[in-house]
């Protein structure tokens, strides 16, 4: 009852005359592989933190649930969108405007650098804010050239608004 998975490679048996006559199946047990599979995309959906994967064009083309949860949005309205296209406010830690190209994974691919530790603010549909701490890296291929973006995000709204409300003490 247990499930296996194979890899097939189907070759045609052919006669002295070039005719088919029949195959051969060549099968390798990738069961184990399968599962690991599953395994690892469960930890990538269930990761406490957001992640989305932007191709070298700035589309998105992965995200988490929490991703999702945190821009408020379904992954539908992710993959195969570039974020500042997507219609989201961010702001910056002063409550200025992010212009689009100031994101993190748009500064990123330009700037071929990894961001660690940005705070961006993003305008809920309510109107409140949510604050993010968004760290995004490249993933470089074998000759060089960029092959994705990976951009994390945290959740630190509570700690962001609690040291903004704190009186700042004069001496």
Known sequence: GAD????????PLRDAGGKVRGFV???????????????????WLALPVG??????????????????????????AL??????DAGWRFLRGDLTLCQPAELPAERTLRDRMPLIGEVLGLRLEDGGLRWLLVNSHLQIGMGG?????LVTLADIT????????????VA
């Open 4 to 11: 296996l998975w194979l890899d097939l490679e189907v070759r």
């Open 145 to 149: 050239a960029v092959t994705e973006v």
């Open 79 to 84: 993959v195969g969108h570039r974020l500042p």
């Open 51 to 76: 992640v989305l994967v932007h191709a070298p064009d700035g589309v998105i083309v992965d995200s988490n649930r929490e991703a999702e949860r945190l821009l408020g949005c379904t992954r539908e």
């Open 158 to 169: 509570g700690r962001f608004e609690a040291t903004r409300a704190r009186p700042v003490a």
């Open 25 to 43: 199946y060549i099968g390798v047990d990738i069961t184990e592989r399968v599962a690991e599979q599953a395994r690892v995309r469960l930890q």
